[in-house]
């Protein structure tokens, strides 16, 4: 019995040893061309597979201002494979200016886990504004099922009052309890804004990218801003003993394994002892 239970016990040890494993991955990488018409923009899509895994059932939805279209869903893309989609959005525009595009693309990997990646940046519609206010980039850490709030801070940079309304653009791993908000600031003002975020299903030890956009308009100039800051959350592992460092692990591995040996050896002198008094 002691015998059997001696050689689970060095088996549960030698499994406890961390290998190090090849991981593959799937990196997607959207850009985009637009070209404005008499009834709305024509937008050209790419979207490029940087990883070294085929991405599984792909669609993006792309948002311009207030309009939102989708692509049709792509069955696969291979590693380093690019592809590009067509769509046109039937937009009017209130007024010239810089115009929020935002490009939330998901993909399934090959055992069919559900991901997605974030992109956001201007569409400027018939003359260019540069907004006059300054999104300092936030971050925050997350437990893997937790929740943390995120920090930004927004500065005016002009010398008028500005009210400026913000969305707070996520991957669907991640949600917020409430991602609009809009805020009053004076000339060369700052304010602080945060967010609750909650981890929904993003994986342990990643990072996701998140882009908080802000607009208002100049009634004055008859021009509409949009400006936009990112943020970063990291996603944190649970502290556990399978979590500590791998030298830390090795080490006790390897005392179990001379506590093993010494079992062994001290298992076996009683029977020296009888066969010297034989």
């Known amino acids: 019995m002691r015998g059997t239970i001696s050689v689970f016990t060095l088996v549960f040890i030698l499994s406890c040893y961390a290998f190090p494993v090849h991981a593959t991955y799937i990196r997607m990488l959207t850009r985009f061309t ?4 008499d009834y709305g923009v024509r937008l050209r899509l790419f979207i490029k597979n940087m990883g070294d895994e085929t991405a599984h059932i792909i669609q993006s939805k792309v948002v311009i201002a207030s309009a939102t279209m989708h ?19 039937k937009i009017r525009f209130p007024s010239p200016g810089h115009y929020p595009l935002v490009i939330k693309t998901v993909y399934r990997d090959k055992n069919g886990h559900r991901f997605s990646v974030l992109n ?21 850490d997350i437990a893997e099922k937790g929740k943390s709030a995120i920090d930004f801070i927004v500065r005016n940079t002009g010398a008028e009052t500005r009210d400026i309304s913000f969305k707070l653009h996520l991957p ?36 996701y990218a ?16 949009t400006g936009y800051g990112t943020g ?10 399978l979590r500590l460092p791998q030298w830390v692990l090795i080490g006790a591995d390897s005392i179990l ?16 002892k009888f066969s010297r008094n034989s």
């Open 34 to 37: 637009t070209q404005p018409t």
């Open 120 to 140: 956001c940046g201007f569409y400027v519609h018939e003359k260019s504004a540069m907004p006059e206010f300054i999104i300092d980039s936030g971050s925050a």
């Open 232 to 241: 970063m959350i990291k996603i944190k592992p649970k502290a556990s003993f």
């Open 172 to 207: 669907d791993e991640l949600q917020a309890d409430n991602d609009k908000i809009k805020i009053s600031l004076p000339p060369e003002g700052s304010r602080k804004i945060s967010f609750m975020i909650t981890n929904l299903s993003a994986l342990k030890g990643s990072s």
């Open 210 to 225: 998140l882009w908080l956009m802000g607009r208002y308009e100049d009634t004055k100039k008859n021009l509409h801003y």
């Open 71 to 89: 692509t049709d869903s792509i069955s696969l893309i291979r590693t380093g494979l690019e592809i590009h989609r067509d769509l046109f959005f």
């Open 257 to 272: 394994i001379i506590l093993f040996i010494l079992f062994q050896f001290k298992w076996l002198i009683p029977y020296f």
